[in-house]
């Protein structure tokens, strides 16, 4: 038996490191082990995309955008911006259908879903996947965190989301404070219990509330999210916030019995601790 066995004020011991070629450096003091898939759904977005791919970090492993059937020049902009690019052409229609397709496309350990339209600024990136190395599961951007903000959120949205945001946070006793915000990061390895299977904007929705389903450590750090550069929102915010509440619904139904015990389910456990 080893003389730190039995002290229970040992250190436990240090997990066993990658060698240090398979390390990225991010910066002059930060190097990563993890790969980083950037995914990013796009229809219609050939003139912001330049704007976009500016703002990406050198050190991510790949960029696979999801063409939503556009019919302007979005995929030969795209290649032209970065040659080794994924280019995955989504089979049905809307944003959540593109992401999910995006996702089953990558192959890094860090997934992080940004917009095509200039809204979400990549040099955020690294915010987001220092969260998921120092220890979260799920990372989500907030426009109200302290150093978010956005030049974007009409009187409608910010009330609909607080609305959104407030009714999940009370059924799953998350402390989320932006609900529908499309800049998120996770470990493709949860990508099972996210199991994104929705097909609109109610997608980054269905997606926190899988991952508070699911016990996943959930984190959120500060964004600010800017206007559209070029184009228009495919957005509509009654018609898509009432799918984010139906998303909300349906999730509720459908959870699992053990997260929320009933009231009688739990007299009656009493009863029997009594009996
Ligand atoms: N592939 C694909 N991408 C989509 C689809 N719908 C939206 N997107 C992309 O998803 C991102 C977000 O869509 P936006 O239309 O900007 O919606 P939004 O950001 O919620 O709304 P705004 O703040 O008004 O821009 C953009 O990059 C769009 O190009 C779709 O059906 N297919
Ligand atoms: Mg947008």
């Not at 259908?97 to 917009?115: E, H, K, N, P």
Request: aromatic share 6%; with cysteine.
């Amino acid at each position: 038996m080893s003389p730190d066995s039995t002290n229970p004020a040992a250190k436990p011991p240090l997990m066993s490191m990658p060698p240090v070629e398979r390390f990225t450096p991010l910066t002059p003091h930060l190097a990563i082990s993890p790969t980083v898939s950037v995914v990013v759904p796009a229809m219609n977005e050939a003139e912001n995309l330049p704007h976009v791919f500016a703002t990406l970090p050198q050190w991510i492993h790949e960029i696979v955008l999801v063409d939503g059937n556009s019919v302007d020049d979005t995929v030969a902009v795209a290649k032209k911006l970065r040659p080794n690019i994924r280019v995955v052409t989504q089979t049905g229609k809307g944003k959540g259908d593109a992401l999910a397709a995006g996702f089953a496309a990558c192959t890094g350990d860090i997934i992080v879903m940004i917009d095509a339209d200039g809204s979400t600024d990549g040099r955020e990136i690294i915010q987001f996947v220092g969260a998921l190395v120092t220890g979260a599961d799920f990372v989500k951007g907030s426009r109200y965190a302290t150093g978010g903000g956005s030049d974007d959120l009409t009187f409608t949205r910010t009330f609909g989301n607080k609305m959104l945001t407030g009714l999940v946070n009370r059924i799953y006793g998350t402390q989320y404070s932006d609900l529908c915000y499309g800049y998120n990061a996770f470990w493709a390895r949860h990508l099972d219990v996210l199991n994104v299977d929705c097909p609109g904007f109610e997608v980054e929705t269905l997606m926190n509330i899988r991952a508070a389903k699911a016990g996943l450590k959930i984190q959120e750090v500060p964004s600010h999210e800017r206007c559209r550069i070029h184009g228009e929102s495919n957005l509509r915010a009654v018609r898509d916030g009432l799918r984010v509440l139906r998303t909300i619904i349906k999730e509720w139904r459908t959870r699992p019995a053990a997260m929320f015990p009933e009231p009688q389910a739990a007299t009656a456990a009493a009863d029997q601790g009594a009996a």
